[in-house]
């Protein structure tokens, strides 16, 4: 692979970088404080004024939409390698993302609809999502099931006449908190008698077709996330036009795979940004900071975690990169094991180095005085969220095996 960023990508990264440092930065305080207000007032779950101020500058400064490759309806979109340092920098600020129309769920689903939606849909839904005027939520985990097995997936999708009805509950469902949230899609069973990869399916449900209810929102580490949010979601005898199912019954594993490798390595991507920040301001304050008559930061114990911060972002780093070229060249198929292997790793690295920023900080570091404590939650949340450790741990461990176990004879 070629490690050297394109120039297209050396371009964008300038003028990002540039964005961050005068717009993002010195806004996330103001980020909190706005969400602070409106729960005050009784509400935090509504639009954000300066979020929607930024969006205008971003897609002035052509930052927006970058993640969607080969796709006509966003010609702006890079592929995955020339992504990868882009989402870095995104990452390294929990509300940035969005402001450049990046952020999750929303490029997941937008991909799904790329890919695999009907001109119709594309049409209803793809583009204002992409134009940032309505948000999106992604329907797939359950509270009643180990959902980190998706064939588990109890949610009922069956056919009526020239409709689906659609009965289940989702939790995690994140974006649902949204008052712009104006469009789901639904992972459930289908097709209860086919084979175990063969039963469930995906279909669009429009978030305010009868019969859905958000019950309630889910905090994070005491975090709701406001406006975004993760939500409790039931749905009760929902009707949607049988055109609505993508693909087709049978199918959603298929679409699942397809959304969840870009959805993947762009949590890690922005992982690593956070991480270099984490590491940033763990060098400042340990060097601005006196204990038992020197600099905190001559003492070893501290240079130790810095020396390890910068092994462990440069591996992950590699590796996402590794990843990235690998989709762009091979498949997201030929490049699972790459996926999950990165899926692992990012948000390990970026929690211990958040740990260590945490602890560097003292009592300031569990504030919010510091992005420190609410980045850590976020990325905490990862080695669960599209798929726990353990269970890419286990795909990676059968893949080894695959390698190494003597062919069969006859």
Known sequence: MEFQYSDTTRALLKRLLRFMDQHIYPNERAFLQEIAANRAQGNPWVPLRLIEELKLKAQAEGLWNLFLPRS?????????????????????????????????????????????????????????????????????????VASSDATNIACRIERDGDHYVINGRKWWSSGAGDPRCAVYIVMGRSNPDHPRHTQQSMIVVPANTPGIRVERALPVFGYDDAPHGHMEVSLTD????????LLGEGRGFEIAQGRLGPGRIHHCMRSIGIAE???????????TRVAFGKPIATQGVWRERIA?????????????????WMMDTVGNKVARNEIAMIKVVAPQVSTRI???????????????????AYAYAAQRTLRLADGPDEVHRDAIAKYELSRHLPPRIG
Not at 238 to 245: C, G, K, M, N, T
Not at 277 to 287: I, N, P, V
Not at 308 to 324: F, P
């Open 72 to 144: 006509p309806r966003a010609p702006q979109g890079l592929s995955n390698l020339d992504y990868a340092p882009l989402c870095e920098v995104m990452g390294r600020s929990v509300f940035a993302p969005e402001v450049f129309n990046c952020s999750a769920p929303d490029t997941g689903n937008m991909e799904v609809l790329e890919r695999y939606a009907s001109p119709a849909l594309q049409e209803r839904w793809l583009e204002p999502l992409l134009r940032g005027e309505i948000r999106s939520a992604f329907l797939m985990t359950e509270p009643d």
């Open 238 to 245: 929902v009707r949607v036009p049988a055109d609505h199912l």
């Open 277 to 287: 920040r984490a590491l940033e301001l763990m060098c400042t304050r340990l060097a």
């Open 308 to 324: 390890e911060s910068r092994l462990l972002i440069e591996q992950a780093r590699l590796l996402t990169l590794k990843t990235a």
């Open 354 to 372: 958040l740990d260590w920023a945490i602890q560097a900080h003292g009592g300031g570091g569990v504030s919010d005085d510091f992005p420190l």
